[in-house]
């Protein structure tokens, strides 16, 4: 999963990729967004549409590119802004019977 947000305009692109345990693609998919304030909420709401992607499709298991967005969502640095994004993903991952969030470097 990854984000490319624009500040200026408050837009961003989102996108994922979901695949097999032998790295063959299963999924992909891409949306817009509008009224992002920052780059993290950006990267906060592709992993939030790609985990409810993963859940209809069946995955158990995620990968993201973002340092700061996994550090915060393991760690006790949650954002007020993102608090309600961040309890939505919290959500989301108890629909999975095993769900992990390392660093996937790029």
């Known amino acids: 999963m990854d ?3 624009d500040l200026l305009s ?3 692109g ?8 032998l790295e063959a693609l299963l999924h992909q998919n891409s949306a817009n967004r509008c009224f992002v304030g920052s780059a ?3 990267e906060a ?16 298991a995620c990968l993201s590119d ?10 006790n640095g949650n954002s007020v802004k993102l608090q309600g994004i961040f309890c939505d993903i919290r959500v989301l991952s ?13």
């Open 45 to 60: 709401l592709t992993l939030k549409t790609a985990l409810l992607d993963a859940v209809s499709s069946g995955i158990r």
């Open 40 to 42: 993290l909420a950006a």
């Open 3 to 5: 984000a490319s947000s």
């Open 14 to 21: 989102v996108g994922w990729i979901i695949k097999d345990g």
């Open 10 to 12: 408050g837009s961003c």
């Open 66 to 75: 973002s340092k700061n967005l996994i550090s915060r969502l393991t760690g």
């Open 94 to 106: 108890n629909s999975f019977e095993y769900i992990c969030f390392p660093l996937f470097p790029v």
